[in-house]
């Protein structure tokens, strides 16, 4: 059901990962990015899904020019813009003509709704601040366009002049706005004052009110959810809370709070078991690390440590689930520690599909607590310790077998430091040889055991080092203390973590890493990924 044709519905997902989710320090999404991200969206469900500022860079107006002409199943594809200036006439406004030249049937027009910013930092009048308003949607709306109108700063607004902010929003109103989406752009509205304004506004105007919340106070989603109960109709979000300074409101924690804790029809039938699989998505697009402990989706979402909750778990899971992991398309973990014991290794065997004798049992929680006493910590690295589970069963890996590694490192004054790396295995059933230089000593050595496998294993290609922490865990013995190194991997499908421990830093790495290839090809992506 496309977003513009939706009916009887009791609220409206508005997505912005593709502009506010494009603000946060660090992401940079290439028009192809985008793309693929629109596409992932649009298959989700969300009615609504703004592509971006039109006119704000070449790569934004690349991709409406684009992407105004893909076809989408659910979504309408929205256009981001400013009013026009003080001053300005609206059919003459360059800001508003690449909002039309976007080709979207839907544009989302931003206002100032606080008067502090019309007087000081637009510097103009009250009166031109409402006409700017007005002036520009009756412009958009002449041109056959729908619009939206975000109310900018409106609870900083409502606040300190609401006799004013509610001119502003009326004047959108009266000049054909759809939608009066109230924006907490400061992020400093805690959620009683976000509903009691909403509930105010609310009985003042015909339109259907929106929230747009960002996370300053910690409280996006918690306003968001405030919002709607006091009677908000559009919810604006972005996929895993992206967005400037600390973030918006993450529409992933929103949608699976309406759906599952309010009861609440927000996307299509199947969808809110995918919210796992979209926002892995989302972070790999954008070349972030998951949030692990994100609500609902994150890795440790589900995972339970110490004797009491595992074995409590293990009996009755909803004991100590808010909800079944699998309702997100997350999955339950059980981390493995010295707090825990035979039961939470059985869980942990069964979720790794594996099948421990019981007579094994005793013999592997026996290792894990005596390798943890020397500094490994498996509750963080479940991959080395499937890996160690299936050797402690007798499994023999065919993939490799490592003769040798070497690392040296060079610098010779004038000129940058470089590590090189030389790697010799057995896998195919011949030897292969490798050199290769890196930054780094590690990044040496993964390239060079990379260039020794990937003709043999084209999996490679999609495993990539997506993080990588070294602890030291006694730091008053100095350069001779034992160090733990963790890495974390990904195939673009699923991501694992490996651990080393020892007091050479290299071996650690080189453990890691190993087993971080070796879990891969255990392992690879399904065919059709």
Known sequence: MSGSNAKDIPVELYDTTLRDGAQAPGISYSVEDRLRILHKLDDLGLPYIEGGWPGANPRDSEFFQIASKETLRNATLTAFGMTRKAGEKASESAVLRDMLDAGTEVVCLVGKSWDLHVTEALRTDLEE????????????MSQDRRVFFDAEHFFDGYRENPEYAMRVIRAAEEAGAERIVLCDTNGGTLPSEIGLVVSEVGAQLESKLGIHAHNDTGCAVANSLAAFESGAFQVQGVINGYGERTGNANMVTIASNLSLKLGVECLPPGAIERLTEVSYFVAETANLIPEPRQPYVG??????????HTSGVARISKAYEH????????????????????????????????????????TIVSHVKEREAEGYAFETADASLELLMRRAMGWEQDFFEIESFRVTVDQWEGADTIAEATVRVQAAGRRHIETAQGEGPVGALDTAFRKALGSIYPELDHIELTDFRVRVLDTKIGTGAVVRVLIDTSNGE????????????IEASWEALTDSILFGLLHPRSAQA
């Open 129 to 140: 601040g409402v006409a700017m308003v007005e002036d520009s949607i009756r412009f958009l």
């Open 299 to 308: 890795r440790y979402a589900f995972t339970h440590k110490a004797g009491l």
């Open 323 to 362: 909800i079944p992991p699998e309702t997100v398309g997350n999955t339950r973990n059980v981390a493995v520690s010295e707090l825990g014991g035979g039961s939470t290794l059985q869980m942990k065997a069964e979720g790794f599909g594996l099948e421990l004798p019981k007579d094994a049992i005793p």
């Open 494 to 505: 699923r991501e694992w973590s490996t651990i080393g421990v020892s007091e050479n830093i």
